[in-house]
């Protein structure tokens, strides 16, 4: 690869990572100032911390599977396992998560007469706690299968301390990533595109609605719908992208293209910084600091470039 493109793709990767870390450290930050505040945090509020911190985590990994494939380097058995094992952590609360969201978005937004949608409307709260207990069943026997997974394919390679190549380290970890997230991700995947074909569902009975009434579409429930949409939409296509960035990646290897591997780690780590700073926007109080913090550093900007007499 020539050195003007790997700088091209270096700035790429560093500036995702650096917006990654900026729009989730804004959600930890402002919601654990708010908790201390006001001594009390909503359960959207507590679902965003610990999915904006599974979503720092699964950025600063990325970046040492980066580092690792640029590097000369040797990774060990160790290592190789400590790696795989926190890739399943955060990756499995990232998507949960996100997937608690949806769901929450949906009973909370959405208007449906059903009986079972209003039974879980009322008690949305523990829904959540207990699709979030239940995913941590999920949790274990994917740490389980996985740890039966990896020693076979270690085991491939024979019982060496070191695996022999970095092209072979990083097969062998797309590969572990991209069974896991087969296996896995399929239930809170599909829950949550059902949450998005259900709003859109509850949207289309609610504009029917407006237009019977002779109202227009910029009331306060029309504009909900829509926002969660947005979030919602936005999780998946770039969860979609994720997977297949790995998919593609693990594929690239075999024939040993380094410019696929590189377009697919930038495409895979827009999932974790990008849907985070979507969240931000479709967050009324979030987007109020994140704009304070732009409109404060736009006059600090401005000041500076003002010539002293």
């Not at 790429?12 to 919601?31: C, H, M, R, Y």
């Not at 979030?132 to 076979?152: D, R």
């Not at 407006?210 to 947005?230: E, I, V, W």
Request: glycine residues 4%; contains cysteine.
């Amino acid at each position: 690869m020539g050195p003007v493109l790997h700088s091209i793709s270096t700035t790429a990767v560093v500036a995702e990572f650096i917006l990654g870390n900026l729009s989730n450290g804004l959600i930890v930050l402002n919601n654990c100032i708010d908790w201390i505040n006001k001594r009390e945090l909503s359960p959207v509020d507590q679902i965003l911390i610990i999915l904006a911190i599974s979503r720092v985590t699964l950025l600063w990994e990325t970046i040492f599977i980066w580092v690792k494939t640029q590097s000369i380097s040797f990774i060990t058995r160790e290592e190789l396992k400590i790696l795989v094992f926190c890739c399943i952590l955060s990756s499995h609360f990232s998507l949960w998560l996100a997937t608690a969201l949806s769901i929450f978005y949906l009973l909370r937004i959405a208007n449906f007469s059903w009986q079972i949608f209003l039974y879980l409307k009322w008690r949305v709260n523990q829904l959540i706690v207990g699709v979030l207990l239940g995913s941590l069943a999920f949790l274990l026997a994917n740490l389980m299968q996985m740890s039966i997974t990896l020693e076979e394919k270690l085991n491939q390679y024979g019982r060496n301390t070191t695996v022999n190549s970095m092209e072979r380290d990083f097969t062998l970890l797309s590969e572990l990533i991209l069974f896991n997230m087969t296996m896995f991700s399929v239930i809170p995947f599909s829950l949550a595109l059902v949450s998005f074909l259900l709003l859109i569902f509850s949207l289309w009975k609610h504009l029917q609605k407006m237009q019977l009434n002779s109202r227009g579409h910029g009331d306060p429930s029309t504009k909900a719908h829509r926002n969660a949409m947005k979030i919602i939409v936005s999780f998946l296509l770039l969860y979609a992208t994720y997977f297949l960035s790995l998919l593609i990646a693990w594929i690239s290897e075999k024939h040993r293209s380094e410019l696929v591997h590189i377009i697919c780690m930038i495409t895979g780590l827009m999932y974790p910084s990008t849907h985070s700073l979507i969240l931000i926007l479709g967050n009324s109080k979030l987007k109020q600091t994140f704009l304070l913090i732009l409109r404060h550093l736009g006059c600090r900007l401005k000041g500076q470039n003002i010539p002293t007499t």
